[in-house]
């Protein structure tokens, strides 16, 4: 949302305890970034959100990442903008320790996947595309921004028994998976949950619900558009859907993401721009996240705000299958490391670099699992050497959470 690599910013994961905007303390380079939803609204635009868009959980009320100063309307309350239409169902309220090997992650209920018995009509994604909805169909004299941040398919995989009913368990079937994965890659934080999956004969169940949830929010998005082409505003708006990260379901041992790997980091990234983008058309060109900002800069005709370190996908929407020799660099800091680890990957290799001096190097094409770590491999020491040089020398180190920033829920007044 305000469009600056980590490797500028200092922050590279998420640091909870937040009531608004508190990255603004965190990062000089963010303390007065200017959020994309502002800078449309402060070109004319009338900017509207609701729903998942800056960080935000159902289980943590209050805590979110959210600039209500970003918006002319948000749907609910912008610091807390989940948590009254989430609420635990009761599905997930009885213990489910009970009759298990070992303690679920996350403790309770948070990590799980069960049917909940209330209607769609009435869970939180469906009253934000409800909104999402009625926002387009207003009419206004200024151009529309509408942001729709849709949860599922976060954990706990709870959704409606219709979408369980498409996929029977006997039928489920496991994501590629190598026994000794983890034998050429570094060890990573998420391998007691596969541990507590596997005991517990719980995989095909997780991977169930995922699947579940998936149908459920892609319903969801069909919704939205399926209202966006019966409002008239098709052929003059732009479609941006993409995801915050990747996801892994038990690949090497992981669970949810935290990690720098092809699975976890990898999103679903469509744009629909019209008279532009080719409906249909795909590429394998390596892009990050921080260029949707120049991009949607770009096709509304603005300016494209300093702080922006991505660059625009116009060119990639013209000549979607033109080659190009951009990277896309991915920056994450590991539990217990003092620095930040980075990933580098072009339209075929993946090389991830540890501050520990552990590296890995992946053939996406040849092996798109990543079983294979290709580091120790003279044959692709020229590559190796080609994507570490892509690593920026001059990152940001690790900012610390600010104890009095206003922003924060836990702050200390002196």
């Keep these: 949302m305000t469009g600056v690599h980590p490797i500028s910013s200092g922050i590279y994961r998420n640091m909870f305890g937040a009531h608004g905007p508190r990255w603004r303390h965190e990062s000089k380079v963010l303390e007065k970034a200017v959020v994309m939803s502002q800078h449309f609204r402060d070109h004319g635009y009338w900017a509207a959100g609701g729903g998942k868009i800056f960080h935000t959980l159902q289980w943590t009320p209050g805590d979110s990442q959210n600039d209500p100063d970003a918006w002319d309307e948000y749907r609910g309350d912008p610091l807390d903008p989940i948590s009254k239409d989430w609420p635990r169902p009761a599905s997930t309220k009885v213990n489910q320790n009970k009759g298990f090997i070992g303690k679920r992650p996350l403790g309770n209920h948070y990590f799980g996947a069960a049917v909940i018995e209330e209607d769609d009509e009435t869970h939180g994604d469906h009253l934000v595309v409800d909104w999402a909805i009625e926002r387009m169909q207003q009419k206004r004299e200024k151009p ?19 979408w369980f009913d498409l996929y029977p368990i006997e039928k489920i079937r496991l994501p590629e998976y190598l026994k000794e994965d983890l034998s050429d890659a570094r060890p990573h934080g998420r391998m007691n949950w596969h541990k507590w999956v596997t005991e517990n004969k719980q995989w095909k169940h997780l991977m169930r619900g995922y699947l579940a949830s998936i149908s459920y929010v892609d319903h969801q998005v069909g919704r939205l558009l399926d209202a966006l082409d019966s409002s008239g505003l098709k052929d003059n708006t732009v479609v941006v859907l993409w995801t915050d990260h990747g996801f892994h379901i038990g690949e090497k041992e992981n669970w949810e993401k935290f990690a720098l790997w092809d699975q976890t980091t990898r999103v679903p990234l469509f744009i629909h721009a019209p008279g532009l983008s080719k409906d249909g058309a795909k590429t394998r060109q390596p892009v990050t996240l921080t260029d949707l900002y120049p991009t949607l800069c770009e096709l509304a005709e603005l300016p494209v705000p300093k702080q922006c370190d991505g660059v625009s996908l116009v060119p990639q929407l013209r000549k979607p299958q033109k ?34 001096g552990f590296i890995e190097l992946y053939d996406l094409i040849e092996d798109p699992h990543e079983f294979t770590n290709l580091a120790n491999d003279p044959s692709f020491a020229k590559i190796k050497k080609c994507l570490h040089q892509k690593i920026p020398t001059n990152v940001k180190p690790i900012v610390g959470i600010p104890a009095n920033s206003i922003y924060n829920r836990k702050r200390k007044i002196r």
């Design 144 to 162: 529309l921004f509408l942001a729709v941040g849709l949860f599922r398919p976060h954990i706990p995989f709870e959704v409606s028994q219709k």
């Design 323 to 356: 080659h190009s020799s951009s990277v896309s660099l991915t920056s994450f800091q590991f539990w217990g490391d003092s620095a930040p680890s980075h990933a580098v990957s072009d339209h075929r290799y993946r090389f991830i670099s540890y501050p520990d």
